[in-house]
Protein backbone atom coordinates (compact mmCIF):
# COMPACT_ATOMS: atom_id res chain seq x y z
CA UNK A 1 0.00 0.00 0.00
CA UNK A 2 0.87 3.41 -0.56
CA UNK A 3 0.06 6.13 1.44
CA UNK A 4 0.35 10.41 0.58
CA UNK A 5 -0.44 12.81 3.41
CA UNK A 6 -0.31 16.47 2.98
CA UNK A 7 2.24 16.04 0.72
CA UNK A 8 4.00 19.37 -0.51
CA UNK A 9 6.73 19.95 -2.76
CA UNK A 10 8.09 22.94 -3.23
CA UNK A 11 11.01 24.03 -5.91
CA UNK A 12 11.86 27.39 -5.35
CA UNK A 13 8.90 29.84 -5.62
CA UNK A 14 7.08 27.45 -7.03
CA UNK A 15 4.49 24.81 -5.80
CA UNK A 16 4.72 21.74 -7.78
CA UNK A 17 2.37 19.62 -4.95
CA UNK A 18 -0.03 21.06 -2.52
CA UNK A 19 -0.88 19.42 0.44
CA UNK A 20 -1.78 16.37 -1.43
CA UNK A 21 -3.23 13.11 0.15
CA UNK A 22 -4.71 9.77 -0.42
CA UNK A 23 -4.12 5.85 -0.60
CA UNK A 24 -3.36 3.19 -3.04
CA UNK A 25 -4.74 0.21 -1.93
CA UNK A 26 -3.36 -3.54 -3.30
CA UNK A 27 -5.47 -6.25 -5.15
CA UNK A 28 -6.36 -3.36 -8.06
CA UNK A 29 -5.01 -1.00 -10.58
CA UNK A 30 -4.93 2.39 -9.63
CA UNK A 31 -4.81 4.86 -12.51
CA UNK A 32 -2.71 8.50 -11.77
CA UNK A 33 -4.45 11.21 -14.05
CA UNK A 34 -3.99 15.14 -14.26
CA UNK A 35 -3.80 17.33 -17.02
CA UNK A 36 0.26 18.51 -18.17
CA UNK A 37 2.29 20.38 -15.05
CA UNK A 38 -0.28 18.71 -12.58
CA UNK A 39 2.29 17.23 -10.39
CA UNK A 40 2.54 14.11 -11.76
CA UNK A 41 5.99 13.14 -12.09
CA UNK A 42 7.17 15.30 -8.96
CA UNK A 43 4.67 12.78 -6.59
CA UNK A 44 5.74 9.70 -8.20
CA UNK A 45 9.84 11.02 -7.53
CA UNK A 46 8.75 11.58 -4.06
CA UNK A 47 7.05 8.02 -3.89
CA UNK A 48 9.93 6.41 -4.55
CA UNK A 49 12.09 8.58 -2.36
CA UNK A 50 13.75 10.56 -5.58
CA UNK A 51 12.70 14.07 -4.12
CA UNK A 52 12.62 15.12 -0.70
CA UNK A 53 9.39 16.64 0.12
CA UNK A 54 8.87 20.22 1.65
CA UNK A 55 6.50 18.89 4.11
CA UNK A 56 4.26 15.67 4.33
CA UNK A 57 5.17 12.12 4.20
CA UNK A 58 5.01 9.31 1.65
CA UNK A 59 5.05 5.60 2.85
CA UNK A 60 5.54 2.54 1.36
CA UNK A 61 3.92 -0.56 2.93
CA UNK A 62 4.44 1.81 6.19
CA UNK A 63 7.83 2.95 5.79
CA UNK A 64 9.54 5.25 3.50
CA UNK A 65 11.19 4.07 0.50
CA UNK A 66 14.47 5.25 1.44
CA UNK A 67 14.40 3.06 4.29
CA UNK A 68 14.33 -0.05 2.73
CA UNK A 69 17.57 -1.59 1.58
CA UNK A 70 17.86 -3.45 -1.35
CA UNK A 71 14.41 -1.82 -2.83
CA UNK A 72 13.30 -4.01 -6.27
CA UNK A 73 12.65 -6.43 -3.80
CA UNK A 74 9.73 -4.14 -2.27
CA UNK A 75 8.79 -1.59 -5.13
CA UNK A 76 9.13 -2.37 -8.70
CA UNK A 77 8.83 0.95 -10.92
CA UNK A 78 9.23 2.17 -14.64
CA UNK A 79 9.79 5.97 -14.68
CA UNK A 80 11.52 6.62 -17.89
CA UNK A 81 12.27 3.98 -20.16
CA UNK A 82 15.34 5.60 -21.76
CA UNK A 83 17.04 5.86 -18.57
CA UNK A 84 19.08 3.13 -19.82
CA UNK A 85 22.83 2.36 -20.70
CA UNK A 86 22.73 1.90 -24.39
CA UNK A 87 26.01 -0.05 -24.53
CA UNK A 88 24.48 -2.87 -21.97
CA UNK A 89 22.61 -5.77 -23.33
CA UNK A 90 19.50 -6.21 -21.64
CA UNK A 91 20.54 -9.16 -19.65
CA UNK A 92 23.72 -7.19 -18.28
CA UNK A 93 21.33 -4.21 -17.82
CA UNK A 94 19.29 -6.47 -15.83
CA UNK A 95 21.81 -8.52 -13.96
CA UNK A 96 23.73 -5.32 -12.86
CA UNK A 97 20.09 -4.38 -10.96
CA UNK A 98 19.80 -7.96 -9.91
CA UNK A 99 23.61 -8.07 -8.41
CA UNK A 100 22.73 -4.77 -6.53
CA UNK A 101 19.59 -6.06 -4.81
CA UNK A 102 20.71 -9.34 -3.74
CA UNK A 103 18.47 -11.09 -6.26
CA UNK A 104 18.72 -14.43 -7.86
CA UNK A 105 20.32 -14.39 -11.41
CA UNK A 106 17.45 -16.88 -12.75
CA UNK A 107 15.35 -14.24 -12.23
CA UNK A 108 17.16 -12.26 -15.47
CA UNK A 109 16.04 -14.97 -17.20
CA UNK A 110 12.33 -15.37 -16.13
CA UNK A 111 11.21 -11.73 -16.51
CA UNK A 112 12.80 -11.48 -20.29
CA UNK A 113 10.71 -14.11 -21.02
CA UNK A 114 7.80 -12.77 -19.08
CA UNK A 115 7.77 -9.03 -20.97
CA UNK A 116 8.98 -11.20 -24.61
CA UNK A 117 12.45 -10.13 -24.79
CA UNK A 118 14.30 -13.89 -24.19
CA UNK A 119 15.29 -14.06 -27.72
CA UNK A 120 16.78 -10.22 -27.90
CA UNK A 121 18.43 -10.47 -24.15
CA UNK A 122 22.13 -10.03 -25.56
CA UNK A 123 21.36 -7.23 -27.74
CA UNK A 124 22.56 -3.84 -26.82
CA UNK A 125 19.78 -1.86 -25.66
CA UNK A 126 20.94 1.06 -27.83
CA UNK A 127 19.14 -0.77 -30.98
CA UNK A 128 16.14 -1.37 -29.11
CA UNK A 129 12.94 0.20 -30.44
CA UNK A 130 10.88 2.69 -27.94
CA UNK A 131 8.43 -0.49 -27.29
CA UNK A 132 11.30 -2.67 -26.46
CA UNK A 133 12.49 -0.59 -24.14
CA UNK A 134 9.19 -0.13 -22.52
CA UNK A 135 8.81 -4.08 -22.27
CA UNK A 136 12.45 -3.73 -20.43
CA UNK A 137 11.73 -1.03 -17.98
CA UNK A 138 9.15 -3.51 -17.30
CA UNK A 139 11.31 -6.24 -16.52
CA UNK A 140 13.09 -4.16 -14.25
CA UNK A 141 10.29 -3.34 -12.22
CA UNK A 142 9.31 -6.93 -11.96
CA UNK A 143 13.03 -8.19 -11.56
CA UNK A 144 12.67 -8.39 -7.50
CA UNK A 145 8.82 -9.82 -7.47
CA UNK A 146 7.86 -6.80 -5.58
CA UNK A 147 4.42 -6.28 -3.85
CA UNK A 148 4.08 -2.85 -4.72
CA UNK A 149 4.36 -1.42 -8.62
CA UNK A 150 4.71 2.40 -10.01
CA UNK A 151 4.57 2.93 -14.15
CA UNK A 152 4.74 6.28 -16.05
CA UNK A 153 3.32 6.27 -19.46
CA UNK A 154 4.56 2.63 -19.84
CA UNK A 155 2.16 2.06 -22.58
CA UNK A 156 4.19 4.83 -24.87
CA UNK A 157 5.81 3.42 -27.92
CA UNK A 158 3.91 -0.15 -27.66
CA UNK A 159 1.86 -1.35 -30.87
CA UNK A 160 -1.45 -2.80 -30.22
CA UNK A 161 -0.71 -5.90 -29.40
CA UNK A 162 1.54 -4.92 -26.81
CA UNK A 163 -0.97 -2.63 -25.17
CA UNK A 164 -3.29 -5.46 -24.34
CA UNK A 165 -0.48 -7.13 -22.77
CA UNK A 166 -0.03 -4.37 -20.49
CA UNK A 167 -3.16 -4.48 -19.75
CA UNK A 168 -3.98 -8.42 -19.05
CA UNK A 169 0.02 -8.28 -17.01
CA UNK A 170 -1.52 -5.06 -15.17
CA UNK A 171 -4.96 -6.58 -14.19
CA UNK A 172 -2.72 -10.04 -13.22
CA UNK A 173 -0.49 -8.24 -10.84
CA UNK A 174 -3.42 -6.50 -8.92
CA UNK A 175 -5.20 -9.77 -8.86
CA UNK A 176 -2.01 -11.63 -6.77
CA UNK A 177 -2.52 -8.91 -4.35
CA UNK A 178 -0.10 -6.18 -5.26
CA UNK A 179 -0.45 -2.62 -5.27
CA UNK A 180 -0.60 -1.39 -9.28
CA UNK A 181 -0.18 2.74 -9.28
CA UNK A 182 -0.01 3.61 -13.66
CA UNK A 183 0.41 7.18 -14.58
CA UNK A 184 -0.85 7.45 -17.53
CA UNK A 185 -2.56 10.07 -20.08
CA UNK A 186 -3.98 7.39 -22.54
CA UNK A 187 -7.71 7.98 -21.09
CA UNK A 188 -8.76 5.40 -23.14
CA UNK A 189 -6.41 3.08 -21.89
CA UNK A 190 -7.13 3.94 -18.20
CA UNK A 191 -10.59 3.51 -18.87
CA UNK A 192 -9.80 -0.27 -20.30
CA UNK A 193 -7.42 -0.57 -17.57
CA UNK A 194 -7.73 1.12 -13.96
CA UNK A 195 -10.31 0.10 -11.35
CA UNK A 196 -10.00 3.32 -9.34
CA UNK A 197 -8.28 6.60 -10.00
CA UNK A 198 -6.52 9.41 -7.97
CA UNK A 199 -6.66 12.80 -10.39
CA UNK A 200 -4.83 15.71 -9.48
CA UNK A 201 -4.40 19.44 -11.19
CA UNK A 202 -2.08 21.81 -10.48
CA UNK A 203 -0.52 19.67 -7.53
CA UNK A 204 -4.01 19.28 -5.71
CA UNK A 205 -6.33 16.37 -5.32
CA UNK A 206 -9.35 16.49 -7.94
CA UNK A 207 -10.59 12.84 -6.99
CA UNK A 208 -9.64 9.53 -5.45
CA UNK A 209 -12.66 7.41 -6.32
CA UNK A 210 -13.69 4.34 -8.78
CA UNK A 211 -13.28 4.41 -12.20
CA UNK A 212 -17.11 4.10 -12.61
CA UNK A 213 -17.89 6.91 -9.63
CA UNK A 214 -15.37 9.30 -11.59
CA UNK A 215 -17.12 9.17 -15.25
CA UNK A 216 -20.21 9.27 -13.65
CA UNK A 217 -19.14 13.00 -13.12
CA UNK A 218 -19.48 14.08 -16.35
CA UNK A 219 -22.45 16.03 -16.70
CA UNK A 220 -22.80 15.48 -20.78
CA UNK A 221 -25.06 12.72 -21.95
CA UNK A 222 -25.49 11.82 -25.65
CA UNK A 223 -28.56 10.01 -26.71
CA UNK A 224 -27.35 7.90 -30.00
CA UNK A 225 -30.43 7.00 -32.42
CA UNK A 226 -29.77 5.24 -35.60
CA UNK A 227 -32.90 5.48 -38.34
CA UNK A 228 -33.46 5.35 -42.06
CA UNK A 229 -34.74 8.44 -41.82
CA UNK A 230 -31.81 10.40 -40.07
CA UNK A 231 -32.44 13.65 -42.20
CA UNK A 232 -36.02 14.07 -41.03
CA UNK A 233 -35.22 13.29 -37.26
CA UNK A 234 -32.49 15.65 -37.77
CA UNK A 235 -34.53 18.48 -38.83
CA UNK A 236 -36.83 17.52 -35.95
CA UNK A 237 -34.72 17.61 -32.93
CA UNK A 238 -33.01 20.68 -34.29
CA UNK A 239 -36.17 22.67 -34.47
CA UNK A 240 -36.62 21.62 -30.44
CA UNK A 241 -33.11 22.68 -29.84
CA UNK A 242 -31.29 20.04 -30.01
CA UNK A 243 -27.69 20.08 -31.53
CA UNK A 244 -27.39 16.85 -33.91
CA UNK A 245 -24.55 14.85 -35.82
CA UNK A 246 -25.41 12.33 -38.67
CA UNK A 247 -23.45 9.91 -39.92
CA UNK A 248 -25.59 8.07 -42.08
CA UNK A 249 -28.45 6.64 -40.50
CA UNK A 250 -26.84 7.26 -36.87
CA UNK A 251 -27.47 10.37 -35.12
CA UNK A 252 -26.04 11.48 -32.38
CA UNK A 253 -28.27 13.71 -30.23
CA UNK A 254 -27.27 16.36 -27.30
CA UNK A 255 -29.80 18.54 -25.57
CA UNK A 256 -33.02 16.23 -25.62
CA UNK A 257 -33.59 12.87 -23.11
CA UNK A 258 -34.14 9.02 -25.17
CA UNK A 259 -37.73 9.23 -24.20
CA UNK A 260 -38.52 12.93 -25.84
CA UNK A 261 -36.42 11.93 -29.06
CA UNK A 262 -38.72 9.25 -28.85
CA UNK A 263 -41.87 10.89 -28.28
CA UNK A 264 -40.81 13.21 -31.51
CA UNK A 265 -40.27 9.95 -34.18
CA UNK A 266 -43.05 8.31 -33.32
CA UNK A 267 -45.06 11.59 -33.37
CA UNK A 268 -44.17 11.60 -36.86
CA UNK A 269 -44.00 7.89 -37.41
CA UNK A 270 -40.34 7.68 -37.89
CA UNK A 271 -39.17 4.00 -37.36
CA UNK A 272 -36.04 3.70 -35.00
CA UNK A 273 -33.30 0.78 -35.09
CA UNK A 274 -31.63 1.71 -32.26
CA UNK A 275 -32.58 4.41 -29.13
CA UNK A 276 -29.60 4.57 -26.27
CA UNK A 277 -28.49 7.43 -23.79
CA UNK A 278 -24.53 7.46 -23.72
CA UNK A 279 -23.24 8.37 -20.30
CA UNK A 280 -19.75 10.61 -20.52
CA UNK A 281 -16.77 8.85 -21.08
CA UNK A 282 -14.07 8.66 -18.93
CA UNK A 283 -11.93 10.97 -20.78
CA UNK A 284 -15.28 13.79 -20.93
CA UNK A 285 -15.53 13.67 -17.58
CA UNK A 286 -11.53 14.28 -17.23
CA UNK A 287 -12.02 17.03 -19.73
CA UNK A 288 -14.58 18.35 -17.45
CA UNK A 289 -13.32 18.13 -14.27
CA UNK A 290 -9.64 19.41 -14.93
CA UNK A 291 -11.00 22.23 -17.21
CA UNK A 292 -9.56 24.74 -14.89
CA UNK A 293 -6.55 23.14 -13.91
CA UNK A 294 -4.88 23.24 -16.99
CA UNK A 295 -1.52 24.72 -17.07
CA UNK A 296 -0.67 24.95 -20.59
CA UNK A 297 -3.83 24.82 -22.60
CA UNK A 298 -3.66 23.36 -26.12
CA UNK A 299 -0.22 20.99 -25.37
CA UNK A 300 3.11 21.77 -23.16
CA UNK A 301 5.41 24.11 -24.91
CA UNK A 302 8.84 22.03 -25.60
Given at each position: ?????EL?K?Y??T??VK?L?F?VR????T?????N?????T???A???L?KPTSG??TI?G???R????G?R???SL???????GGR?????????A??N?I????V???L??V????????RI???S???????G??????????V?L????????????????RE???R???E???????S?????M??????L??IGR?E?????S????SA???????????P??T????L????G?AV?VD???????????V????I?????L?????AT??A????????L???????PGGE?R
Amino acid sequence: MIEVKELTKRYGGTTAVKDLTFTVRPGRVTGFLGPNGSGKSTTLRAILGLDKPTSGTVTIEGRPFRDRPRGLRHVGSLLDAHDVHGGRSAAAHLSALARGNGIPRSRVDEVLQEVGLAEVGRRRIGGFSLGMKQRLGIASALLGDPPVLLFDEPLNGLDPEGVRWVRELFGRLAAEGRTVFVSSHLMSEMEHTADQLVVIGRGELLAAESLAEFSARGTRQNVTVTTPAATTLRDLLTAEGAAVHVDGERLTVTGLTAVRTGEIARRHDLPLHELATRSASLEEAFMELTADRVQFPGGEPR
